[in-house]
C-alpha cells in the first residue's frame, strides 16, 4: 500500500463524513491539483529534469491558466519559451512537396494531437489521485475503522464512484469486493433517491399550481448538488 497516502485519504473520508454533502475523492483531487500547481510555481519550476518534462509536455489549458493565475509571469514565460522551441522542432515542416508533403502532413496532425492532449500537471495528478484511490481500497481491506469513515460518507460523485468501485474490484477478494460494494451502493442509492426528490421539489415550485409551500435549503440548491453528484467539484 502507498501508505504516503494513507493519512489524506483517511482525512478526506472523515471530512467527508462530518460534513454530510462532500466527495471524498473531489476533496482529495482538489487539494492534490493544488498542491502541484503550487510545487511547480515554486522551486520545481526551474529543476532541470522539471524542465525537460514540461518542454515535452506542456500545460493543458486549465493548468495553464491555474498557472498564470498565479502571478509568476517571468518564470513562466521562460518555460514556456522552451516549450515553444520544443513545439516548433516537432513540427517543423521542412521543404516538402506532393507526396511526401501529404505524409509528412498526416504525421503532422498525429504529431499536433499528442502536443494539444498532453499535460504535465494531468500527469502527475492523475499518477497520484490513481494512488489515492488504491490505497482507499486497500485500507477497506485492512482497517475496520476505515470501514465505518466509509459508511458515513454521504455520496460519491459518479465519476469518482465508478473509479472507486473498479480499484476495489481489481484489489479486494470475491467476498470483501461484495462487501465493500453492498456498503457503497447503499450509500449511492439513498443519496440519489434524496436528490431526485429534493430536484423534483425544486421543479414543482415553479408550477403555480403547488401554491407557495417554502422549499427547504437542500431543494433550493438541488440543481447545484445535482451538477456536484454527476459530474464532480470542478
Request: glycine letters at 8%; proline letters at 3%; charged letters at 30%.
Given at each position: 500500500?502507498e ?13 467527508a ?13 482538489t487539494?492534490?491539483?493544488?498542491d502541484?500547481?503550487?510545487l ?5 519550476m526551474?529543476e ?12 493543458c489549458s ?12 517571468l ?18 515542416p521542412?521543404?516538402l ?25 494531468c500527469?502527475?495528478?492523475?499518477h ?10 486497500l485500507?477497506?481491506e485492512s482497517?475496520?475503522?476505515f470501514?465505518r469513515?466509509t459508511?458515513?460518507i454521504g455520496?460519491f460523485c ?14 479486494l477478494?470475491?467476498?470483501e ?12 442509492d439513498?443519496y440519489?433517491?434524496?436528490?431526485n ?14 401554491g407557495?409551500e417554502?422549499?427547504?435549503d437542500r431543494e ?5 448538488r ?6 464532480g467539484?470542478?
Amino acid at each position: 500500500m502507498e501508505r504516503i497516502f494513507t493519512i489524506p485519504v483517511n482525512e478526506a473520508f472523515e471530512e467527508a463524513g462530518e460534513h454530510g454533502e462532500k466527495c471524498p475523492f473531489c476533496s482529495l483531487f482538489t487539494k492534490l491539483q493544488t498542491d502541484e500547481v503550487d510545487l511547480i510555481l515554486g522551486a520545481s519550476m526551474m529543476e532541470p529534469d522539471v524542465r525537460i518534462k514540461t518542454n515535452e509536455a506542456g500545460f493543458c489549458s486549465r493548468h495553464l491558466s491555474m498557472l498564470f493565475e498565479g502571478g509568476k509571469r517571468l518564470p513562466l514565460a521562460l518555460m514556456t519559451e522552451s516549450h515553444l522551441a520544443r513545439v516548433r522542432e516537432r513540427t517543423k515542416p521542412g521543404a516538402l512537396s506532393g507526396l511526401f508533403a501529404a505524409k509528412a502532413g498526416a504525421a503532422a496532425i498525429k504529431t499536433v494531437g499528442e502536443i494539444n492532449r498532453s499535460c504535465y500537471l494531468c500527469d502527475r495528478i492523475e499518477h497520484n489521485f490513481s494512488l489515492m484511490i488504491e490505497t482507499a481500497a486497500l485500507l477497506w481491506e485492512s482497517e475496520e475503522q476505515f470501514r465505518r469513515k466509509t459508511e458515513n460518507i454521504g455520496f460519491f460523485c459518479l465519476p469518482h464512484y465508478e473509479r472507486f468501485l473498479a480499484a476495489a474490484k481489481e484489489r479486494l477478494s470475491g467476498k470483501e469486493f461484495g462487501e465493500f460494494f453492498g456498503t457503497v451502493s447503499k450509500i449511492e442509492d439513498r443519496y440519489l433517491e434524496g436528490l431526485n426528490g429534493d430536484v423534483s421539489a425544486f421543479c414543482r415550485s415553479f408550477d403555480y399550481r403547488q401554491g407557495d409551500e417554502p422549499l427547504t435549503d437542500r431543494e433550493k440548491r438541488a440543481p447545484e448538488r445535482a451538477k456536484t453528484f454527476l459530474v464532480g467539484e470542478e
